[in-house]
T-cell receptor, first 114, second 110 residues
Framework: NAGVTQTPKFRILKIGQSMTLQCAQD?????MYWYRQDPGMGLKLIYY???????DKGEVPNGYNVSRSTTEDFPLRLELAAPSQTSVYFC?????????????FGDGTRLSIL | QQPVQSPQAVILREGEDAVINCSSS?????VHWYRQKHGEAPVFLMI?????EQKGHEKISASFNEKKQQSSLYLTASQLSYSGTYFC???????????FGTGTRLTVIP
């Protein structure tokens, strides 16, 4: 049971570099989400998707981009990394079929921008 | 739109009870509860839909008062394994996403 898989688990970037955080789920969930969690804080929604080809901004989308070309994958792109983007990034997925369903989280990507 | 959780932190001895509250200023369709252990991903506990229902999960239960837009998580006879940070996530009708609170750090000591 893989569930939601995030890669890489850890990454250090220099200011101005770019990278893509990968997220894949094998549960055939139509809804997928990207959150960031700063130390001692809650989860802030960056972007979400309700199905392949459909994405929408969350609370803190600036500095990020997403795409959803398949049901399984939902990569998050950081362009021109800044120290303020140092955080733990969680990807989650949800079914939303048959009523309200829980979100299943990946193990997270710990990103440091130096 | 972020819900407010209280208390921010609580320390319990094994066997003691605790209540964690989650309040929103917006009309809610549902409230989700998650627990996150240090360095790990959040894990789903339960969902409450509007209608004032209560749910239980082992010795952890919750209620949702839709008139007050408040939910409470009840931890009974706490165990060491209950330690972690508890988050509520609130959903408005017609929305496709949750807003999470800042969390309540629960520490259970022997």
């Amino acid at each position: 049971n893989a569930g939601v898989t995030q890669t890489p688990k850890f990454r250090i970037l220099k200011i101005g570099q770019s990278m893509t955080l990968q997220c894949a789920q094998d549960m055939n969930h139509n809804y997928m989400y990207w959150y960031r969690q700063d130390p001692g804080m809650g989860l802030k929604l960056i972007y979400y998707s309700v199905g392949a080809g459909i994405t929408d901004k969350g609370e803190v989308p600036n500095g990020y981009n997403v795409s959803r070309s398949t049901t399984e994958d939902f990569p998050l792109r950081l362009e021109l990394a800044a120290p303020s983007q140092t955080s733990v990034y969680f990807c989650a997925s949800s079914s939303k079929v048959g009523g309200n369903q829980p979100q299943h989280f990946g193990d997270g990507t710990r990103l440091s921008i130096l | 739109q972020q819900p407010v959780q209280s208390p921010q932190a609580v320390i319990l001895r094994e066997g003691e009870d605790a209540v964690i509250n989650c309040s929103s200023s917006k009309a809610l369709y549902s409230v989700h509860w998650y627990r996150q252990k240090h360095g790990e991903a959040p894990v789903f506990l339960m969902i409450l839909l509007k209608g004032g229902e209560q749910k239980g999960h082992e010795k952890i239960s919750a209620s949702f008062n839709e008139k007050k837009q408040q939910s409470s998580l009840y931890l009974t006879a706490s165990q060491l394994s209950y330690s972690g940070t508890y988050f509520c996530g609130t959903e408005r009708a017609g929305a496709n996403n949750l807003f999470f609170g800042t969390g309540t750090r629960l520490t259970v000591i022997p």
